[in-house]
């Protein structure tokens, strides 16, 4: 029997890289809750319009939608081939263009000091070698140039939902399935071990208080439950319970969700921006 190779993390053949993951991204990052952050953290980069911006780990293209509709020459990159292929869609329905590049963070397919600005968000969490990532990015934007990136921190998570050591089980199985689910609070770190320069940061709360509804928690909790499910770290009856719970005190109205998420801007050293 031959066994079935492990799929990549990232990348064409990843689970990045399909018309589901395309939808669950899409979904939950087009609700109200994160556009209200996405509008938040976009301003935090100051005016763009005529900036050439790269947008790393684009995803579907939302935020390299919005970038353009803002003005700036958007550059959008993911290594999965569905994500771009989003983009186009995505932008064209929107009346703007961008370029499309795939390629890794780690190793970004473009010529040193491109770029006026660049944007990073929910990817670093995901990337083995952060401080790599960082400086390859240091090293395709300009003098001076900016970065915005934002990550959650998912230790921070909280279910209101009666149970306390239940949640805290579901959150310990959550966090484990990323290379830094504590991604948030490390991104200074990080930043100034590549060599940036912090300029401001920007926390936020992501509050749901309706598990069933059109939210960010409502589009992603279906595909982590599948997740932990295959993985097998929480027993199939404690997540059936814990989404009995979940459904419970959403309809009772006592239902809440909170998570960290942090947005910072930083310039890469020199220049006049
Ligand atoms: C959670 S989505 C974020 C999408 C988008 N940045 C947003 O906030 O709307 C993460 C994206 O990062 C991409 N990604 C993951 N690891 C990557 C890497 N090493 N290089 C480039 N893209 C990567 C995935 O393909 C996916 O599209």
Known sequence: MTATPPRPAHGPGSTWDSPE??????????????????????????PIEGASVLDIGCGPGIYARDLALRGARVTALDSAPAMLAAVVEE???????????????SAIPCPAASFDAAVLVQVIEYVTDAVAALQEIRRVLKPGGRLLISDTDWETASWGVGDRALSDQIKRAWCATKPHADAGRQIPDWLV?????????????????????????GHTWPSYRRLLDRLGTVPTADLDRFDRLCTESSQRGTFSFCVTRHAWLAHSPGGSQ
Request: charged share 20%.
């Open 21 to 46: 993951a395309v939808a669950r991204v899409a979904s939950a990052y087009r609700t109200a809750d994160v556009a209200a952050l996405r509008t938040a953290q976009i301003d935090l980069l100051g």
């Open 91 to 105: 932008t064209h329905a929107a009346g703007v263009a961008v370029d499309c590049v795939e390629g890794d963070v």
């Open 193 to 217: 071990a590549a060599g940036f320069d912090i300029v401001a940061w920007e926390p936020r709360v992501l509050a749901v208080s309706d598990s069933l509804g059109d939210t960010f928690l």
